[in-house]
Protein backbone atom coordinates (compact mmCIF):
# COMPACT_ATOMS: atom_id res chain seq x y z
CA UNK A 1 0.00 0.00 0.00
CA UNK A 2 1.79 3.15 -1.05
CA UNK A 3 1.55 6.18 1.35
CA UNK A 4 -0.54 9.21 1.30
CA UNK A 5 0.81 12.84 2.28
CA UNK A 6 -2.39 13.26 3.87
CA UNK A 7 0.14 11.58 6.29
CA UNK A 8 3.29 11.79 5.40
CA UNK A 9 3.41 15.95 4.66
CA UNK A 10 2.19 18.59 2.70
CA UNK A 11 0.10 17.89 -0.60
CA UNK A 12 2.78 19.71 -3.31
CA UNK A 13 2.73 20.71 -6.90
CA UNK A 14 5.96 21.49 -7.76
CA UNK A 15 7.24 21.39 -12.02
CA UNK A 16 11.30 20.97 -11.55
CA UNK A 17 12.92 23.26 -14.05
CA UNK A 18 16.49 23.79 -15.17
CA UNK A 19 19.08 21.27 -16.75
CA UNK A 20 19.15 18.27 -14.02
CA UNK A 21 16.15 16.86 -11.99
CA UNK A 22 17.93 17.21 -8.69
CA UNK A 23 18.73 21.00 -9.08
CA UNK A 24 15.87 22.09 -10.92
CA UNK A 25 13.95 20.29 -7.95
CA UNK A 26 15.60 22.52 -5.00
CA UNK A 27 14.99 25.64 -7.30
CA UNK A 28 11.37 24.64 -7.28
CA UNK A 29 11.53 23.86 -3.51
CA UNK A 30 13.13 26.99 -3.05
CA UNK A 31 10.97 29.07 -4.97
CA UNK A 32 8.08 27.60 -3.30
CA UNK A 33 9.82 28.70 0.12
CA UNK A 34 10.40 32.10 -1.09
CA UNK A 35 6.89 33.38 -2.63
CA UNK A 36 5.29 32.08 0.50
CA UNK A 37 3.36 29.11 -1.18
CA UNK A 38 5.12 26.40 1.46
CA UNK A 39 4.25 27.81 5.12
CA UNK A 40 7.78 28.27 7.94
CA UNK A 41 6.77 24.59 9.82
CA UNK A 42 5.05 23.20 6.82
CA UNK A 43 5.99 19.02 6.68
CA UNK A 44 7.09 18.20 3.54
CA UNK A 45 6.12 14.27 1.87
CA UNK A 46 8.88 11.50 2.46
CA UNK A 47 11.23 11.67 -0.39
CA UNK A 48 9.86 8.14 -1.27
CA UNK A 49 6.50 9.67 -1.51
CA UNK A 50 7.76 12.79 -2.82
CA UNK A 51 9.81 10.49 -5.93
CA UNK A 52 7.00 8.45 -7.23
CA UNK A 53 4.64 11.31 -7.44
CA UNK A 54 7.23 12.87 -9.71
CA UNK A 55 8.34 9.86 -11.37
CA UNK A 56 11.73 10.20 -10.35
CA UNK A 57 14.17 8.23 -8.43
CA UNK A 58 14.11 9.04 -4.51
CA UNK A 59 17.88 9.27 -4.22
CA UNK A 60 17.54 12.60 -6.28
CA UNK A 61 14.79 13.87 -3.84
CA UNK A 62 16.51 12.59 -0.89
CA UNK A 63 19.79 14.74 -2.14
CA UNK A 64 17.79 17.52 -2.92
CA UNK A 65 16.50 17.57 0.35
CA UNK A 66 19.88 17.10 1.89
CA UNK A 67 21.41 20.19 0.41
CA UNK A 68 18.47 22.54 0.62
CA UNK A 69 18.85 21.64 4.58
CA UNK A 70 22.68 22.28 4.05
CA UNK A 71 21.46 25.49 2.97
CA UNK A 72 19.27 26.51 5.32
CA UNK A 73 15.86 26.40 3.59
CA UNK A 74 14.54 22.75 5.30
CA UNK A 75 15.31 20.97 8.65
CA UNK A 76 15.49 18.08 8.97
CA UNK A 77 15.00 15.24 12.45
CA UNK A 78 14.71 12.21 13.34
CA UNK A 79 10.86 11.27 13.89
CA UNK A 80 9.37 14.56 13.00
CA UNK A 81 10.21 14.34 8.83
CA UNK A 82 11.92 17.12 6.45
CA UNK A 83 10.06 20.86 7.82
CA UNK A 84 10.51 24.25 6.02
CA UNK A 85 12.83 26.04 8.32
CA UNK A 86 11.87 28.91 10.17
CA UNK A 87 13.63 32.25 8.42
CA UNK A 88 13.16 36.13 9.13
CA UNK A 89 11.29 38.04 6.58
CA UNK A 90 13.61 40.70 5.65
CA UNK A 91 12.43 44.29 6.65
CA UNK A 92 10.53 46.32 4.46
CA UNK A 93 9.87 50.04 4.91
CA UNK A 94 6.66 51.67 3.38
CA UNK A 95 7.35 55.62 2.26
CA UNK A 96 3.33 56.21 2.55
CA UNK A 97 3.39 54.06 6.11
CA UNK A 98 6.39 55.86 7.28
CA UNK A 99 4.35 58.97 6.35
CA UNK A 100 0.77 57.86 8.01
CA UNK A 101 -0.87 58.89 11.45
CA UNK A 102 0.15 56.21 14.42
CA UNK A 103 -2.62 53.73 14.75
CA UNK A 104 -4.23 54.45 18.37
CA UNK A 105 -3.70 51.78 20.58
CA UNK A 106 -6.48 50.00 21.16
CA UNK A 107 -9.07 50.92 24.03
CA UNK A 108 -8.18 49.18 27.70
CA UNK A 109 -11.56 48.79 28.65
CA UNK A 110 -14.67 48.43 26.29
CA UNK A 111 -18.37 49.84 27.78
CA UNK A 112 -20.09 50.26 24.51
CA UNK A 113 -23.45 47.62 24.47
CA UNK A 114 -23.99 44.80 22.32
CA UNK A 115 -21.74 42.27 23.77
CA UNK A 116 -22.12 39.72 26.55
CA UNK A 117 -19.26 38.77 28.54
CA UNK A 118 -17.72 36.27 25.79
CA UNK A 119 -15.70 34.98 28.24
CA UNK A 120 -18.67 33.74 29.86
CA UNK A 121 -19.41 30.99 26.97
CA UNK A 122 -20.10 27.85 28.46
CA UNK A 123 -17.63 25.99 26.35
CA UNK A 124 -17.89 23.15 28.28
CA UNK A 125 -21.60 22.36 28.25
CA UNK A 126 -21.33 23.51 24.63
CA UNK A 127 -18.81 20.39 23.58
CA UNK A 128 -20.80 18.44 25.48
CA UNK A 129 -23.69 19.27 23.33
CA UNK A 130 -21.86 19.35 20.00
CA UNK A 131 -20.77 15.98 20.73
CA UNK A 132 -23.69 14.39 21.81
CA UNK A 133 -25.46 16.22 18.68
CA UNK A 134 -23.41 15.11 15.70
CA UNK A 135 -23.01 11.30 17.21
CA UNK A 136 -26.79 11.16 16.66
CA UNK A 137 -27.49 13.19 13.42
CA UNK A 138 -28.24 11.89 10.35
CA UNK A 139 -25.88 11.64 7.37
CA UNK A 140 -28.50 14.36 5.78
CA UNK A 141 -27.82 17.01 8.41
CA UNK A 142 -23.93 17.27 6.99
CA UNK A 143 -26.05 18.34 3.28
CA UNK A 144 -27.27 21.45 1.87
CA UNK A 145 -30.27 21.13 4.04
CA UNK A 146 -33.33 23.14 4.83
CA UNK A 147 -33.44 26.99 4.26
CA UNK A 148 -36.00 26.30 7.16
CA UNK A 149 -33.38 25.64 9.42
CA UNK A 150 -33.16 22.15 11.04
CA UNK A 151 -36.21 20.44 12.17
CA UNK A 152 -34.60 19.51 15.70
CA UNK A 153 -33.71 23.32 16.28
CA UNK A 154 -36.94 24.36 15.49
CA UNK A 155 -38.99 22.23 17.42
CA UNK A 156 -36.89 22.84 20.38
CA UNK A 157 -37.45 26.78 19.73
CA UNK A 158 -41.10 26.58 19.59
CA UNK A 159 -41.27 25.11 23.07
CA UNK A 160 -38.84 27.00 24.41
CA UNK A 161 -40.41 30.03 23.16
CA UNK A 162 -43.81 29.11 24.21
CA UNK A 163 -42.30 28.62 28.00
CA UNK A 164 -40.22 31.57 27.94
CA UNK A 165 -41.03 34.35 26.13
CA UNK A 166 -44.76 33.87 25.19
CA UNK A 167 -44.37 33.60 21.99
CA UNK A 168 -47.32 31.07 19.71
CA UNK A 169 -45.06 29.25 17.34
CA UNK A 170 -45.13 26.30 15.87
CA UNK A 171 -41.84 24.73 13.57
CA UNK A 172 -43.57 25.29 10.48
CA UNK A 173 -43.39 29.13 11.03
CA UNK A 174 -39.82 29.16 12.20
CA UNK A 175 -36.99 30.58 9.95
CA UNK A 176 -33.51 30.28 11.26
CA UNK A 177 -31.02 32.68 10.38
CA UNK A 178 -27.37 34.11 11.16
CA UNK A 179 -28.84 36.37 13.60
CA UNK A 180 -31.14 39.61 13.87
CA UNK A 181 -29.45 41.39 10.83
CA UNK A 182 -29.86 38.61 8.31
CA UNK A 183 -33.16 38.48 9.36
CA UNK A 184 -34.07 42.25 8.73
CA UNK A 185 -32.28 42.38 5.56
CA UNK A 186 -34.76 39.11 4.27
CA UNK A 187 -37.81 40.58 5.67
CA UNK A 188 -36.90 44.22 4.29
CA UNK A 189 -36.63 42.06 0.70
CA UNK A 190 -39.76 40.55 0.91
CA UNK A 191 -41.66 43.99 2.49
CA UNK A 192 -40.14 45.48 -0.77
CA UNK A 193 -41.45 43.03 -3.06
CA UNK A 194 -45.07 43.32 -1.56
CA UNK A 195 -44.67 46.76 -2.23
CA UNK A 196 -43.67 47.90 1.31
CA UNK A 197 -42.46 51.44 0.87
CA UNK A 198 -41.63 53.09 4.52
CA UNK A 199 -41.01 51.20 7.97
CA UNK A 200 -41.78 53.34 11.13
CA UNK A 201 -38.73 52.91 13.29
CA UNK A 202 -38.25 54.03 16.94
CA UNK A 203 -36.59 57.45 17.32
CA UNK A 204 -33.44 56.08 19.16
CA UNK A 205 -31.82 52.72 17.56
CA UNK A 206 -29.47 50.94 16.11
CA UNK A 207 -28.44 52.79 12.67
CA UNK A 208 -27.13 49.31 11.53
CA UNK A 209 -30.55 48.62 11.28
CA UNK A 210 -32.18 51.61 9.38
CA UNK A 211 -29.16 50.82 7.20
CA UNK A 212 -30.40 47.58 6.32
CA UNK A 213 -33.62 48.59 5.77
CA UNK A 214 -32.52 51.88 3.15
CA UNK A 215 -30.57 49.30 1.15
CA UNK A 216 -33.53 47.12 0.38
CA UNK A 217 -35.02 50.29 -0.95
CA UNK A 218 -37.34 51.34 2.21
CA UNK A 219 -37.64 54.92 3.70
CA UNK A 220 -37.42 54.85 7.72
CA UNK A 221 -39.49 57.55 9.51
CA UNK A 222 -39.23 57.92 13.20
CA UNK A 223 -41.63 57.89 16.43
CA UNK A 224 -41.05 59.50 19.40
CA UNK A 225 -40.12 58.22 22.65
CA UNK A 226 -40.73 59.02 26.20
CA UNK A 227 -40.41 57.80 29.32
CA UNK A 228 -43.45 55.00 28.56
CA UNK A 229 -41.45 53.78 24.80
CA UNK A 230 -42.07 54.24 21.16
CA UNK A 231 -45.22 56.73 20.62
CA UNK A 232 -47.05 54.33 18.90
CA UNK A 233 -50.74 56.06 18.87
CA UNK A 234 -48.85 58.28 16.17
CA UNK A 235 -48.46 55.53 13.73
CA UNK A 236 -51.72 55.85 12.06
CA UNK A 237 -50.11 59.55 10.94
CA UNK A 238 -47.27 57.60 9.08
CA UNK A 239 -49.23 57.27 5.75
CA UNK A 240 -47.30 55.76 4.12
CA UNK A 241 -45.32 53.21 6.62
CA UNK A 242 -46.24 49.31 5.81
CA UNK A 243 -44.67 48.29 8.77
CA UNK A 244 -43.02 49.24 12.05
CA UNK A 245 -39.61 47.68 14.14
CA UNK A 246 -40.09 47.95 17.85
CA UNK A 247 -38.20 46.73 20.75
CA UNK A 248 -40.90 46.62 23.23
CA UNK A 249 -39.38 44.34 26.19
CA UNK A 250 -36.28 46.46 26.75
CA UNK A 251 -36.61 49.71 24.14
CA UNK A 252 -32.99 49.89 22.72
CA UNK A 253 -30.92 52.16 23.65
CA UNK A 254 -33.45 53.67 26.29
CA UNK A 255 -34.42 50.31 28.15
CA UNK A 256 -37.74 51.49 28.93
CA UNK A 257 -40.54 48.69 28.43
CA UNK A 258 -43.25 49.95 26.32
CA UNK A 259 -46.47 50.62 28.10
CA UNK A 260 -49.42 48.32 27.64
CA UNK A 261 -51.53 50.87 26.18
CA UNK A 262 -49.18 50.85 23.47
CA UNK A 263 -47.99 47.62 22.92
CA UNK A 264 -52.41 47.57 22.41
CA UNK A 265 -52.15 50.39 20.30
CA UNK A 266 -49.31 49.03 17.38
CA UNK A 267 -51.63 45.48 17.05
CA UNK A 268 -54.54 48.05 16.64
CA UNK A 269 -52.61 49.80 14.15
CA UNK A 270 -51.36 46.28 12.20
CA UNK A 271 -54.80 45.13 12.52
CA UNK A 272 -56.59 48.13 10.65
CA UNK A 273 -53.94 48.96 8.14
CA UNK A 274 -52.21 45.37 7.61
CA UNK A 275 -49.29 46.31 8.66
CA UNK A 276 -46.82 44.07 10.32
CA UNK A 277 -44.49 45.22 13.53
CA UNK A 278 -41.13 43.90 13.77
CA UNK A 279 -40.36 42.37 17.23
CA UNK A 280 -36.51 42.96 18.10
CA UNK A 281 -36.06 41.13 20.97
CA UNK A 282 -32.56 41.18 21.35
CA UNK A 283 -32.30 40.92 25.69
CA UNK A 284 -35.80 40.06 26.47
CA UNK A 285 -34.47 36.67 29.02
CA UNK A 286 -31.90 39.24 31.14
CA UNK A 287 -34.73 40.67 33.70
CA UNK A 288 -33.99 41.68 37.49
CA UNK A 289 -36.35 43.84 39.03
CA UNK A 290 -39.18 43.05 37.13
CA UNK A 291 -41.49 40.43 36.54
CA UNK A 292 -40.82 39.59 32.24
CA UNK A 293 -42.47 41.27 29.95
CA UNK A 294 -43.97 38.51 27.31
CA UNK A 295 -43.01 38.92 23.86
CA UNK A 296 -45.73 41.77 21.54
CA UNK A 297 -45.97 38.85 19.41
CA UNK A 298 -48.34 36.92 22.09
CA UNK A 299 -50.85 39.53 21.21
CA UNK A 300 -51.52 38.59 17.45
CA UNK A 301 -49.21 36.42 16.10
CA UNK A 302 -50.80 36.94 12.90
CA UNK A 303 -49.21 40.65 12.50
CA UNK A 304 -46.67 40.96 14.22
CA UNK A 305 -42.81 38.87 13.27
CA UNK A 306 -41.22 37.44 16.05
CA UNK A 307 -36.75 37.98 15.95
CA UNK A 308 -34.49 36.37 18.22
CA UNK A 309 -31.17 35.46 18.82
CA UNK A 310 -28.31 33.68 20.80
CA UNK A 311 -25.80 36.55 20.12
CA UNK A 312 -26.98 38.41 24.20
CA UNK A 313 -27.98 34.63 25.76
CA UNK A 314 -24.79 32.84 24.27
CA UNK A 315 -22.72 34.65 21.78
CA UNK A 316 -22.61 36.36 18.67
CA UNK A 317 -19.95 34.49 16.89
CA UNK A 318 -22.74 31.33 16.60
CA UNK A 319 -24.95 33.20 14.15
CA UNK A 320 -27.92 31.99 15.15
CA UNK A 321 -30.83 33.60 15.18
CA UNK A 322 -34.75 32.99 14.31
CA UNK A 323 -37.90 34.26 13.09
CA UNK A 324 -41.43 33.53 13.84
CA UNK A 325 -43.55 34.12 11.09
CA UNK A 326 -47.20 34.40 10.26
CA UNK A 327 -48.27 31.54 8.03
CA UNK A 328 -48.18 33.63 4.70
CA UNK A 329 -44.87 35.08 5.11
CA UNK A 330 -42.85 31.83 5.78
CA UNK A 331 -42.78 30.64 2.31
CA UNK A 332 -41.82 34.31 0.84
CA UNK A 333 -38.86 34.69 3.47
CA UNK A 334 -37.76 30.69 2.84
CA UNK A 335 -37.35 31.82 -1.12
CA UNK A 336 -35.28 35.20 -0.19
CA UNK A 337 -33.15 33.19 2.24
CA UNK A 338 -32.54 30.40 -1.11
CA UNK A 339 -31.62 32.96 -3.52
CA UNK A 340 -28.25 34.01 -1.39
CA UNK A 341 -27.79 31.49 1.28
CA UNK A 342 -29.74 28.64 1.18
CA UNK A 343 -29.20 27.50 5.42
CA UNK A 344 -27.67 28.48 8.12
CA UNK A 345 -24.89 26.24 8.97
CA UNK A 346 -26.26 22.53 10.65
CA UNK A 347 -23.54 21.44 12.85
CA UNK A 348 -24.29 24.95 15.05
CA UNK A 349 -27.90 24.45 15.18
CA UNK A 350 -28.31 20.53 16.25
CA UNK A 351 -25.79 22.29 18.91
CA UNK A 352 -27.57 24.59 19.73
CA UNK A 353 -31.20 22.28 19.84
CA UNK A 354 -29.23 19.67 21.73
CA UNK A 355 -28.73 22.53 24.35
CA UNK A 356 -31.82 23.41 24.82
CA UNK A 357 -33.35 20.49 24.62
CA UNK A 358 -30.84 18.99 27.57
CA UNK A 359 -31.88 22.21 30.04
CA UNK A 360 -28.12 23.98 29.92
CA UNK A 361 -29.34 26.61 28.03
CA UNK A 362 -31.90 27.93 31.04
CA UNK A 363 -29.16 27.04 33.61
CA UNK A 364 -26.14 28.53 31.62
CA UNK A 365 -29.38 32.43 31.29
CA UNK A 366 -29.96 32.04 34.94
CA UNK A 367 -26.35 31.91 35.73
CA UNK A 368 -25.69 34.70 33.49
CA UNK A 369 -28.93 36.91 35.01
CA UNK A 370 -27.14 36.31 38.33
CA UNK A 371 -24.17 37.76 36.82
CA UNK A 372 -25.34 40.80 34.97
CA UNK A 373 -27.17 41.27 37.96
CA UNK A 374 -23.99 41.80 40.24
CA UNK A 375 -22.73 44.14 38.04
CA UNK A 376 -25.71 46.18 37.12
CA UNK A 377 -25.97 46.84 41.13
CA UNK A 378 -22.04 47.67 41.48
CA UNK A 379 -22.51 50.25 38.87
CA UNK A 380 -25.25 51.51 40.84
CA UNK A 381 -23.69 51.43 44.07
CA UNK A 382 -20.32 52.85 42.66
CA UNK A 383 -22.07 56.32 40.93
CA UNK A 384 -23.86 57.04 44.12
CA UNK A 385 -20.40 56.87 45.65
CA UNK A 386 -18.23 58.67 43.29
CA UNK A 387 -20.66 60.38 40.57
CA UNK A 388 -23.48 60.70 43.13
CA UNK A 389 -24.90 63.62 40.46
CA UNK A 390 -25.74 61.05 37.97
CA UNK A 391 -29.36 59.24 37.50
CA UNK A 392 -29.15 55.82 36.01
CA UNK A 393 -32.15 54.43 34.05
CA UNK A 394 -33.10 51.11 32.07
CA UNK A 395 -31.60 48.87 34.56
CA UNK A 396 -34.63 46.89 35.36
CA UNK A 397 -33.62 44.50 32.71
CA UNK A 398 -30.71 43.60 29.91
CA UNK A 399 -27.26 44.76 29.28
CA UNK A 400 -26.97 48.06 29.16
CA UNK A 401 -28.23 51.25 31.61
CA UNK A 402 -28.15 55.08 30.64
CA UNK A 403 -26.31 57.48 32.80
CA UNK A 404 -27.94 61.02 32.18
CA UNK A 405 -25.31 63.71 32.07
CA UNK A 406 -25.38 67.90 32.35
CA UNK A 407 -26.67 69.26 29.12
CA UNK A 408 -23.44 69.68 26.60
CA UNK A 409 -21.30 67.02 28.79
CA UNK A 410 -21.77 63.97 26.20
CA UNK A 411 -19.34 64.82 23.76
CA UNK A 412 -16.83 65.75 26.61
CA UNK A 413 -17.52 62.85 28.40
CA UNK A 414 -16.43 60.46 25.44
CA UNK A 415 -13.49 62.25 24.22
CA UNK A 416 -11.82 62.24 27.92
CA UNK A 417 -13.00 58.22 27.72
CA UNK A 418 -10.83 57.71 24.93
CA UNK A 419 -8.37 59.27 26.36
CA UNK A 420 -7.58 57.02 29.32
CA UNK A 421 -8.12 53.87 27.10
CA UNK A 422 -11.91 53.73 27.75
CA UNK A 423 -14.60 53.37 25.00
CA UNK A 424 -18.03 54.48 25.33
CA UNK A 425 -20.68 55.20 23.48
CA UNK A 426 -23.12 58.58 24.09
CA UNK A 427 -27.04 58.34 23.51
CA UNK A 428 -26.51 60.48 20.34
CA UNK A 429 -25.13 57.80 18.50
CA UNK A 430 -28.13 56.04 18.41
CA UNK A 431 -30.83 59.05 17.34
CA UNK A 432 -32.71 59.31 14.13
CA UNK A 433 -31.46 62.06 11.83
CA UNK A 434 -34.92 63.62 11.78
CA UNK A 435 -35.61 63.20 15.71
CA UNK A 436 -35.44 66.17 18.27
CA UNK A 437 -32.25 65.86 20.24
CA UNK A 438 -33.47 65.96 23.84
CA UNK A 439 -30.79 65.05 26.42
CA UNK A 440 -26.99 64.37 27.08
CA UNK A 441 -26.74 60.64 28.19
CA UNK A 442 -24.10 57.37 27.92
CA UNK A 443 -24.96 54.10 27.12
CA UNK A 444 -23.07 51.94 29.46
CA UNK A 445 -22.61 48.29 28.46
CA UNK A 446 -22.13 46.56 31.98
CA UNK A 447 -22.42 42.83 29.74
CA UNK A 448 -19.00 43.48 27.87
CA UNK A 449 -16.13 43.28 30.10
CA UNK A 450 -14.75 39.67 31.49
CA UNK A 451 -14.95 39.30 35.55
CA UNK A 452 -11.11 40.17 35.52
CA UNK A 453 -11.65 43.41 33.93
CA UNK A 454 -15.23 45.26 35.22
CA UNK A 455 -13.83 46.42 38.41
CA UNK A 456 -11.36 48.32 35.93
CA UNK A 457 -13.76 49.48 33.66
CA UNK A 458 -16.12 50.57 36.46
CA UNK A 459 -13.09 52.65 37.91
CA UNK A 460 -12.23 53.69 34.78
CA UNK A 461 -15.92 55.13 33.95
CA UNK A 462 -16.42 57.18 37.13
CA UNK A 463 -13.08 58.79 36.93
CA UNK A 464 -14.32 60.12 33.57
CA UNK A 465 -17.39 61.15 35.01
CA UNK A 466 -18.58 64.91 35.56
Known amino acids: MTDSWATFGADLHLEPVGQG ?9 REAVRTGR ?13 AADLGVARN ?23 RVAQRSAPRRTDPAAARSRPVRPKAGY ?13 RTAWLKAARKALTAAPDEAFGYGDPHGRVELRTVLAEYLARARGVHADPERIVICSGFAHGLTLLGRVLRQRRVREIAVESYHLDLHTDLLTDAGLRTPCLPLDEHG ?16 LTPAHQFPTGVPLHPDR ?5 DWARSTG ?12 RYDRQPVGALQGLDPERVVYLGTASKSLAPGLRLGWMVLPPGLVGEVVAAKGVSDWMSGSPDQLTLAEFISSGAYDRHVRSMRLRYRRRRDQLVAALAERAPGIEVSGIAAGLHAVLELPPGAERSVIQAAAFQGLALDGLARYRHPDARAARDALVIGYGSPSDSAWAGALDALCRVLP
Open 21 to 29: LRSGLMEAL
Open 60 to 82: TVADAYAELVAEGWLTARQGSGT
Open 110 to 122: NLKPGSPDLSAFP
Open 230 to 245: SRTGELAALRGAGAVL
Open 275 to 286: GLILEDDYDGEF
Open 263 to 267: RAAAV
Open 38 to 50: LAPGTRLPSSRVL
